[in-house]
């Protein structure tokens, strides 16, 4: 109880405060109202971090999605076994400093497996992390390897949850299998992909590791996304005020994302019942 | 072929024999993909960490490790001399790999403990005692699930500062020690979902809730509260940012944190890419050891956050 307001309830205030004060630490804080939210307003190193995460979180949630539920599907047909789950799941375990490196080196310019493949297929090499097109791309591509099992591992339970005694009933009036694909497993299904979805948009906003090991916000400001900018002006920059007011936007966009998902597929009621 | 034998019995077979087996072999190849692609990431870095840098360049396509030894490993482990190092590649100046082992531990095995026994008590007295305000207080704690983690990471990473904890174990482990919001609403869900009779035969019996909480509600949770430990230390492993923060000297740099150094600390311009992955499979043994035995109860508790 003491270490949750210590820790969570204290230090959310406390950042709200400092977003409204100059602080670089040597000091102490210095109430300047507002002055930091106009000065974020007219930043367009914020509005390129805004936008660069913006793409990343569409890219990961459309490949992520997609790809996790035809898994699920995939899993929930032809093979329900522990160990395909297993081995879908390992990415997910791993450190995302583990997967960036992984994929650092498997996707290196030079001598990375990817561009040897790439090349003997006659395409000319891309250069993925180096490029100001792909990088954010390539982010997101190895957030959705490290993810992609997890998430359809959610859904499959989802999947498993819906009585089949529904699908007999659909199959019995004659419904083909798109039609009770597109109007009974995705309807009822919905309050598990609103979690999914939640969860991933939440996640994806908050990129940060893969990010801060791989390409550090390059090249130019391609993949300096919010979190990342956050960290620089805090900790490299030491200005904390500033750094806790862009802190407070990230969280009210995480706020309204998920207040509106939460309204718009209303995630809380089930068709089920 | 023998669909054409005649036309009825054609029609009646069909839906059961061909199209279906085609459609089961397409689902099972791209099942089989998905895995190859979640697994085989995997293999290459042990082939690259059994490679030698040299050979690594002229052979980069080879399925096999690149002129086979164990260099890399010997370098993570500090076992081969700073001359030796450098000429395979890699940086000559020695990474502390066996203190920051050591330091990962600490971190993710202190915070597991506590954290789990305090999101424990606290999820008790959110599911079995009647107070005023519980659940005003519950949804609170349900509230600060959305926080996101930087947002307190700058007041805490101020707070541990003040208290001249940086670069200490201390204030690494500090905002983890008590409870996490997820580990009591994790362990809620079971408590809630926990019979009242024995307790109620246990407090006709005069007992307090600190017995009841030890010897009845505890030994019946063996099993969540294993599953929470769990995912809780793979996750601590895991963990970047806050080390990050907080635990840049080398008595209190995590392993995460440690392979990033690693990785910025080649002179001569090209990483040492056998040395690296070495290091990555190194880091990720334990959770590869977890995974092996309790694999099952780590599959299987990923249902639960879907379905509740």
Not at chain 2, 50 to 75: C, I, Q, V
Not at chain 2, 175 to 193: E, G, V
Not at chain 2, 299 to 304: A, R
Request: hydrophobic share 55%.
């Amino acid at each position: 109880m003491l270490g949750l307001i210590l820790f969570y309830l204290v230090p959310t205030i406390r950042g709200i405060y400092l977003s409204f004060t100059e602080y670089s630490i040597l000091g102490d804080p210095e109430w300047i109202g507002t002055r930091n939210y106009e000065r974020i307003a007219k930043d367009p190193l914020f509005w390129n971090a805004l936008g660069v995460t913006s793409e990343y979180v569409v890219i990961n949630i459309v490949l992520q999605t997609a790809l996790a539920l035809g898994l699920a599907i995939l899993m929930h047909r032809v093979a329900k076994s522990t160990l395909v789950r297993g081995a879908l799941l390992m990415p997910y375990l791993m450190a995302n400093v583990i997967a960036a490196l992984l994929w650092f080196w498997m996707l290196d310019y030079q001598i990375g497996i990817i561009n040897q493949i790439i090349e003997w297929t006659g395409l000319p090499r891309v250069a993925f992390f180096g490029s100001e097109q792909w990088a954010i791309p390539t982010q997101a591509l190895i957030n959705t390897w490290r993810h992609m099992g997890y998430t359809a591992l959610l859904i499959f339970a989802g999947l498993q949850a819906i009585p089949n005694s529904v699908y007999e009933a659909a199959s019995i009036d004659g419904s083909k299998a798109m039609s009770t694909f597109w109007r009974i497993t995705l309807p009822l299904l919905r309050p598990v992909l609103v979690l999914v979805l939640v969860v991933t948009v939440i996640g994806s906003f908050q990129v940060f590791d893969t990010v801060a090991v791989t390409t550090a916000g390059g090249p130019v400001n391609a993949t300096r996304v919010l979190q990342f900018y956050i960290y620089q002006r805090a900790f490299n920059e030491q200005d904390f005020g500033y750094g806790s007011a862009l802190a407070v936007i990230l969280f009210l966009i995480l706020a309204i994302v998920a207040f509106i998902q939460m309204k718009f597929l209303r995630g809380n009621q089930s068709d089920l019942d | 072929m023998t669909t054409l034998a005649s036309p009825k019995n054609g029609s009646r077979r069909r839906p059961l024999s061909r199209p279906f087996n085609w459609r089961r072999a397409i689902a099972l190849t791209l099942l089989a993909l998905a895995v190859a692609v979640s697994i085989l990431p995997f293999y290459w870095v042990l082939r690259t960490a059994l490679s030698s840098n040299g050979s690594l360049a002229a052979n980069s396509a080879n399925l096999l490790p690149a002129d086979f030894n164990l260099g890399a490993f010997k370098r993570v482990f500090g076992l081969q001399s700073a001359a030796d190092a450098i000429a395979e590649g890699g940086s000559g100046a020695s990474i502390n790999f066996w203190q920051y082992l050591w330091n990962s531990l600490l971190f993710s095995g202190i915070t597991t403990a506590c954290a789990v026994f305090f999101s424990s008590m606290a999820a008790y007295a959110f599911s079995r005692l009647r107070w005023k305000g519980r659940d005003a207080v519950f949804s609170l704690f349900l509230a600060t699930m959305l926080v996101p983690p930087i947002f307190t990471a700058l007041p805490n990473f101020l707070l541990i500062k003040n208290l001249g904890l940086l670069n200490s174990m201390l204030g690494l482990v500090l905002p983890y020690l008590f409870m996490t919001p997820f580990a009591i609403f994790f362990m809620r869900q079971f408590f809630l979902n926990m019979s009242r009779e024995v307790e109620e035969a246990a407090m006709l019996d005069g007992a307090k809730h600190w017995r009841i909480f030890f010897q009845i509600i505890m030994p019946n949770a063996a099993a969540p509260i294993a599953t929470l430990a769990l995912l809780t230390f793979m996750g601590q492993w895991n963990e970047y940012f806050w080390p990050l923060l907080v635990g840049t000297s080398e008595e209190s740099r995590v392993l995460t944190v440690g392979l990033g150094v690693f990785k910025s600390q080649s002179p001569q311009g090209a990483p040492d890419w056998s040395g690296l992955m070495a290091a990555t499979l190194v880091s990720a043994t334990p959770v590869l050891i977890l995974f092996a035995i309790f694999g099952k109860r780590i599959v299987n508790s990923i249902g639960f956050n879907g379905t509740k």
